[in-house]
T-cell receptor
Framework: GESVGLHLPTLSVQEGDNSIINCAYSNSASDYFIWYKQESGKGPQFIIDIRSNMDKRQGQRVTVLLNKTVKHLSLQIAATQPGDSAVYFCAENNYGQNFVFGPGTRLSVLP | GAGVSQSPRYKVAKRGQDVALRCDPISGHVSLFWYQQALGQGPEFLTYFQNEAQLDKSGLPSDRFFAERPEGSVSTLKIQRTQQEDSAVYLC??????????????FGPGTRLTVL
């Protein structure tokens, strides 16, 4: 389940299950969104992006859904693996401005 | 291929000291970004360069923070008279073309700054 920790919300899933990580973004004018994965001691790593003229985009084992009506973004990871354990950030961009990152969600994959 | 590199990886400074953090972007990348990431939080934008021009420095928290990219490649973030609240991981990112939108940013591993 999902719980709010002292600093980061944490999502715990069983290995092999699907994961859904949610993000509420702040700016209705944002037109480009990225999901990043950050492992301990490393910089954020690009996972998948989506533009505001789309509502769904699929990659390898990952799908991003965008609901502009409620300013909500989600990242779905299929068949979650131990290597997926990390902190996941959504980032929004208003064209010509800079990326604003969300607070992050820690994904913990249980064996 | 080489990614974005940053040095040092770890820096401990006494309060009041000046520090300089270096970023080597991916060769040929036009844009370079600096972010500050506090513990348990997402990265926060500091400043952005397109080649050697600093186009946005709206995120720099005070005039103690200064960034430069004199030849349009390597960049240095300097913090003068460090304070404890400056303790954070400083991330550098680069992207191939100009402008932050619709361009994947490649991040370095960051420099963890601890101010005692």
């Amino acid at each position: 389940g999902e719980s709010v920790g002292l600093h980061l919300p944490t999502l715990s899933v069983q290995e092999g299950d699907n994961s859904i990580i949610n993000c509420a973004y702040s700016n209705s004018a944002s037109d480009y969104f990225i999901w990043y994965k950050q492992e301990s001691g490393k910089g954020p790593q690009f996972i998948i992006d989506i533009r505001s003229n789309m509502d769904k985009r699929q990659g390898q084992r990952v799908t991003v859904l965008l609901n502009k009506t409620v300013k909500h973004l989600s990242l779905q990871i299929a068949a979650t693996q131990p290597g997926d354990s990390a902190v996941y950030f959504c980032a929004e961009n208003n064209y010509g401005q800079n990326f604003v990152f969300g607070p992050g969600t820690r994904l913990s994959v249980l064996p | 291929g080489a990614g974005v590199s940053q040095s040092p990886r770890y820096k401990v400074a006494k309060r009041g000291q000046d520090v300089a953090l270096r970023c080597d972007p991916i060769s040929g990348h036009v844009s370079l970004f600096w972010y500050q990431q506090a513990l348990g939080q997402g990265p926060e934008f500091l400043t952005y360069f397109q080649n050697e021009a600093q186009l946005d420095k709206s995120g720099l928290p005070s005039d103690r923070f200064f960034a430069e990219r004199p030849e349009g490649s390597v960049s240095t973030l300097k913090i003068q008279r460090t304070q404890q609240e400056d303790s954070a991981v400083y991330l550098c990112a680069s992207s191939f073309s100009g402008g932050p939108s619709y361009n994947e940013q490649f991040f370095g591993p960051g420099t963890r700054l601890t101010v005692l």
